[in-house]
T-cell receptor, first 116, second 113 residues
Framework: GAVVSQHPSWVICKSGTSVKIECRSLDFQATTMFWYRQFPKQSLMLMATSNEGSKATYEQGVEKDKFLINHASLTLSTLTVTSAHPEDSSFYIC????????????FGPGTRLTVL | DAKTTQPTSMDCAEGRAANLPCNHSTISGNEYVYWYRQIHSQGPQYIIHGLKNNETNEMASLIITEDRKSSTLILPHATLRDTAVYYCIVRVGGGNAGNMLTFGGGTRLMVKP
């Protein structure tokens, strides 16, 4: 299947700082990527859809000025958590759709963010 | 996309078959059944999908009822490494890989020695 990577796999930061998470499709191009957030013992919740060459679309309740998304190329999307606070601590996961084979989305390994 | 219902949790003995049910009674004619699993602290992993015929791959088998209102994911010989949360998702397929996926609660499968 298609491979999606994320970097970093985990990050610890102080409250008030910004953190950037990268999502890359390694062996295919993706004009769209998705960002999810998962709190402990909960399911994945879609945060936003990243679109190459245009603005991201955010789900209701997700602050676009706090979670900045940049789809810089056909293989890279970045999520920046600005002015992070402890309540932003979560597991962030990206996915990219791949039209071949299973015709579905493939997920990155996730990034564990801990804000102190 | 149609809503799915899965049991919250299941146990399975190592080496035995794990049968995970999913109800999707409001599924539409152009919607596929997809299964993903999420091992602890990892991203979801695609397992298998189907429209109306039963499907099998190296990971699992998918049995879809004739009326398509329910399905069962079968792990033929469960191992400890199959312990994970399994998500059944119904979505439009056929070139619509870019459509968002909606995750429900899934089934937490615990494989025990």
């Amino acid at each position: 299947g298609a491979v999606v990577s994320q970097h970093p796999s985990w990050v610890i930061c102080k409250s008030g700082t910004s953190v950037k998470i990268e999502c890359r499709s390694l062996d295919f191009q993706a004009t769209t990527m998705f960002w999810y957030r998962q709190f402990p013992k909960q399911s994945l919740m879609l945060m936003a859809t990243s679109n190459e060459g245009s603005k991201a679309t955010y789900e209701q309740g997700v602050e676009k000025d706090k979670f900045l998304i940049n789809h810089a190329s056909l293989t890279l999307s970045t999520l920046t958590v600005t002015s992070a606070h402890p309540e932003d601590s979560s597991f962030y996961i990206c996915s990219a759709p791949h039209s071949g084979g299973a015709d579905t989305q493939y997920f990155g390994p996730g990034t564990r963010l801990t804000v102190l | 996309d149609a809503k799915t219902t899965q049991p919250t949790s299941m146990d399975c003995a190592e080496g035995r078959a794990a049968n995970l049910p999913c109800n999707h009674s409001t599924i539409s004619g152009n919607e596929y059944v997809y299964w993903y699993r999420q091992i602890h602290s990892q991203g979801p992993q695609y397992i298998i999908h189907g429209l109306k015929n039963n499907e099998t791959n190296e990971m699992a088998s998918l049995i879809i009822t004739e009326d398509r209102k329910s399905s069962t994911l079968i792990l033929p010989h469960a191992t400890l490494r199959d312990t994970a949360v399994y998500y059944c998702i119904v979505r439009v397929g056929g070139g619509n890989a870019g459509n968002m996926l909606t995750f429900g609660g899934g089934t937490r499968l615990m494989v025990k020695p």
